[in-house]
């Protein structure tokens, strides 16, 4: 409110609701944000849009107090903000709704409304408070379309209306700039589609809305302005209405030094694996994938591209035996994976399937193991190394030794923890224990995130050469040049289902970014 | 709890000057209470290691302690905590003396002992097993019910033994005495057999099981693809799914190896002194066996030399209280508690400080570029 008189006495534009300049925050050795400069209207619905681990969430951390930057300068309608804490944040009238929700699930809607503000309203019991709160909590959640049963549990409220109560529970607190940190990933569609009726309706009240997502279909349904984030910097600050999914897919993934890959035209041998119409609901049935389908032959790379978080982790952890479908199969040689079978990710592995994870670091090694270790997991039962029940350090050490040398592993010590290695030749470190074992079908998973150039050669290299040697290749990439530099097909996912498959002679960046947006 | 130390500081200078503290801060009580603390340190080494006797009473003690620091660091390298280590020993016990007291009127001496090692440690698997299976498909936290299955046990033990199992005109609850014969040799006897008199005490053939336990420990954790696969789950689940395992699988064996460990303890105490069932023959072993297995840094030679701390702690208490007017049973409590404490809750105090210091010498950690 004093916002709207302050403009009024001046009489001229009002300030921005937030304006943050040259704001530098640095983790260890990573700048996850470099030099940031943002400016939000007031009264609009700005997204931030970027890939995982483009520096998002940090950003908005240090705006909500969670982290102090190392430098740089925040306003908050036009005066400069010392953000030290959240209590800071909510007293400047910023508040967030997590992407994971803060509430007790125990307490009732209103008890977690007013928790921590239980004395607000000056009553003289819990019991006034909570009468009290009553009242200005209807007109609020009337004015802003937020109806929820105040006296229901948390805990028996859908996921869609809980994160009503957060944002009740922002604006309770006097809120009037709302950070909203991927606040779909949770939800179904219908429930997307509520909320996003729901921050129409505040920014029609003058509410200002920051908006955290990856999914670019939801920055063009909604926001007024957008900002793209790449790498720890800000890439560009466009007007939606001006702009385009495939504009943004390109800004977000962006352009990587080109490497040499060596790239040729290769045979292709026969079917290897078979998907067939393959869903995959989640917690809350949320779908995860849907009907998905595809050929997979001998001697092919087959890409997968799509902005993170379309399925395509769901798609590695199913085919590779981690997490059952729910409906659909796939068939690996003569065996089916379906619903009804009980395959594990070792079965998988029998069936001459290797899987380079995309999270390397909690599930393709284990970062306190020695090299050694790491170089023989999900292979432990190999008889090479230790005869029935026993194994073998030394049989290890050699095992490993071969690899490194063989995949020029750097430092070559055996010996070494897994932790000290550095990304790339921790990479290649994976990516040598799974080609090792000659496998027909290869899945993997972002090779080459967090790799330096060196190794991204080399890894490229070795890809071509498994797939000239007749593996079937899967490779699932956010990056859109290294699934052009190395497809021989490329299929794109959005929203959990595969918008097609596109030869390589047909692949632009300019038709894969359109079919990433969903738009096709 | 990741190090950048080397082993011989993380297990060799930590836990030294973890005890060096305790004994610091005891000794300062000591001097409040008036008493001079180095006569005081004198008399528990002497307690402990020195005065006729003492030395076997302290590696008796330092047997218990093995077994269930063992148990505890097996938990703990696939990342459960076994809080039932009392629950598990006593359930050995248990079964020892089932075992003995249905055969020993037919079955010879020798096969009983046999039969009974075994026994003792399947007791306690199952006792530790029951947990893992909750925590494994229920999500009851191994903490939460392992300390459950403590009172369980105890309860059932004093059902056993002041009811059925008791004494036929007994008033203590204690069941018969085991039949002559069945019971471990003690070093005395064995040394007097060879014709080397050594003092009387308590120590038994059970010491020299607890060392072959202990490398049994260092064999599975490092040296079998069980204890590997046992690793890998404790730093990350995910791994281990991936790699194939089944985590579930994995929280049950290791519970109920860990288990096993524990039941043995009761060997020394049940099979190697007692001769018969009694109550609480745990004493508080179960729980110490926590402090044993941090010091020890969850690894067999450690958890040797830091038994072996306990046990002396535990004989040279007793001296102190004995020969101090001024320092009581409780006193002697409190020392051991600090030395718990020091050694145990607070482990890695100085490891940060040392850290520092270690790395202004030796310049900044080795890895890769």
Redo the contacts between chains.
């Keep these: 409110m004093t916002i709207k008189t302050q403009h009024n006495a001046r009489g001229g534009t009002p300030p921005p609701a937030i304006a943050l300049s040259g704001i530098s925050k640095t983790f260890g050795a990573v700048r996850a944000n470099d030099d940031i400069a943002l400016t939000v209207t007031q009264g609009h619905i700005h997204g931030i849009v970027g890939e995982n681990g483009a520096g998002k969430s940090t950003l908005v951390s240090i705006l909500y107090g969670f982290y102090q930057a190392d430098r740089g300068k925040i306003e908050i309608n036009g005066a400069h903000a010392d953000i030290k804490t959240t209590a800071d944040a909510i007293k400047l009238g910023v508040g967030m709704v997590h992407q994971h929700f803060m509430l007790v699930p125990t307490f009732t809607v209103l008890e977690n409304i007013i928790l921590g503000h239980e004395h607000r309203k000056g009553g003289k019991t819990l019991d006034d408070e909570i009468a009290l709160a009553r009242e200005e909590l209807s007109s609020l959640a009337q004015q802003y379309g937020l109806e929820v049963d105040f006296d229901a549990l948390v805990a028996d409220l859908s996921v869609g209306l809980q994160q009503r109560v957060e944002i009740l529970k922002t604006l309770y607190r006097g809120a009037k700039i709302l950070i909203l940190d991927e606040p779909t990933g949770v939800l179904t569609p219908q429930e997307t589609d509520q909320l996003f009726e729901i921050l129409a309706t505040l920014r029609q009240q003058g509410v200002t809305v920051l908006l955290i997502t990856h999914k670019l279909r939801e920055i063009m349904a909604i926001t007024d302005d957008v900002s793209v984030m790449r790498g720890g910097k800000m890439v560009a600050h466009l007007v939606t209405k001006k702009t385009s999914p495939s504009e943004l897919a390109e800004l977000m993934v962006g352009r990587q030094v080109l490497i040499n890959a060596d790239f040729h035209e290769a045979e292709k041998g026969e079917v290897c694996l078979t998907v067939d119409n393959l869903t995959l609901t989640g917690d809350g049935g949320i779908p995860l994938l849907r009907g998905i389908s595809f050929d997979l032959r001998a001697g092919e790379i087959l890409g997968v591209a799509g902005v993170s978080g379309n399925g395509q982790s769901q798609l590695l952890e199913v085919l590779?035996?981690?997490t059952p479908p729910t409906t659909g199969a796939i068939k690996i040689g003569g065996q089916v994976i379906s619903p009804e079978s009980t395959t594990?990710?070792?079965d998988v592995?029998n069936m001459g399937l290797a899987?380079v994870?995309e999270?390397r670091h909690?599930?393709?090694?284990?970062?306190?193991?020695s090299a050694a270790?790491t170089s023989v997991?999900?292979y432990?039962?190999q008889p090479s190394l230790?005869s029935g029940?026993?194994?073998?350090?030394d049989q290890l050490e050699r095992h490993c030794g071969e690899l490194m040398q063989d995949y020029d592993i750097?430092?070559a010590d055996p010996s070494?923890k897994c932790?000290?290695?550095?990304g790339g030749?921790q990479q290649k470190l994976v990516l040598a224990r799974e080609m090792s074992a000659a496998p027909k079908i290869l899945l993997v998973g972002q090779p080459t995130r967090g790799v330096d150039i060196g190794a991204i050669e080399f890894i490229y290299q070795r890809l071509i050469a498994m797939r000239d040697q007749g593996c079937a290749i899967l490779l699932v990439s956010v990056e859109l040049d290294e699934i052009l530099t190395l497809s021989d097909r490329v299929m794109v996912m959005n929203n959990g289902a595969s918008m097609g498959i596109v030869d390589k002679r047909d692949a632009d960046a300019q038709s894969i970014g359109l079919m990433m947006a969903g738009v096709v | 709890m990741?190090t950048t130390l080397p082993r011989w500081i993380d297990i060799g200078v930590l836990p030294l000057l973890n005890i060096l503290a305790a004994f610091i801060v005891s000794g300062i009580i000591i001097a409040i209470i008036g008493e001079n603390p180095f006569t005081a340190l004198g008399v528990m080494l002497k307690g402990a290691f020195v005065y006729k006797g003492a030395l076997g009473y302290t590696l008796f003690y330092t047997t218990n302690f093995i077994f269930t620091g063992l148990a505890v660091a097996v938990a703990f390298h696939a990342t459960l905590f076994n809080i039932g280590g009392e629950g598990q020993a006593m359930m050995g016990g248990l079964g020892i003396g089932l075992l003995v007291l249905a055969l020993d009127a037919v079955v010879p001496a020798f096969l009983l002992i046999m039969l009974a090692i075994p026994v003792s440690a399947l007791m306690g698997a199952a006792w530790g097993a029951v947990p893992g299976y909750l925590q494994a498909k229920r999500g009851s936290h191994v903490v939460i019910t392992t300390i459950m299955f403590n009172f369980i046990a105890s309860s059932i033990m004093v059902w056993l033994l002041a009811g059925t199992l008791m004494e036929q005109g007994q008033m203590a609850p204690e069941t018969r005495d085991f039949a002559e014969g069945v019971g471990l040799f003690k070093f005395h006897e064995i040394a007097g057999m060879m014709g080397i008199k050594v003092a009387r005490s308590p120590l038994n053939l059970s010491f020299v099981i607890a060392l072959i336990a202990a490398f049994g420990v260092w064999v599975l954790i490092?040296?079998?693809?069980?204890?590997?696969?046992i690793?890998?789950t404790g730093?990350?689940e995910?791994?281990a799914?991936?790699?194939?395992?089944?985590p579930q699988r994995i929280i049950i064996i290791t519970m109920a190896i860990s288990g096993g460990l524990a039941g043995m303890m009761a060997l020394n105490e049940i099979l190697g002194v007692q001769h018969k069932l009694i109550l609480d023959f745990t004493s508080g072993f179960g729980f110490t066996g926590i402090a044993v297995a941090l010091m020890g840094r969850n690894h067999p030679v450690g958890i040797i030399f830091a038994s072996l701390l306990f046990g002396a702690l535990y004989q040279g208490g007793a001296e102190l209280d004995f020969e101090f007017q001024t320092i009581t049973r409780e006193m002697v409590l409190m020392i051991q508690g600090l030395i718990i404490l020091f050694s145990g809750a607070l482990v890695y105090m100085f490891n940060p400080m040392v850290e520092r210091l270690y790395h202004r010498i030796v310049g900044p950690?080795?890895?890769?570029?």
């Design positions: 590779s035996g981690i594990t990710p070792n592995k899987h994870p999270d909690a599930m393709g090694m284990v970062l306190p193991f270790e997991l999900g432990e039962d230790g029940f026993w194994f073998g350090p750097r430092p070494l932790n000290l290695f550095s030749n | 990741s490092w040296r079998t693809r069980l204890g590997y696969v690793r890998a730093h990350s995910k791994a799914v991936y790699a194939g395992h089944s950690e080795k890895g890769a570029a």
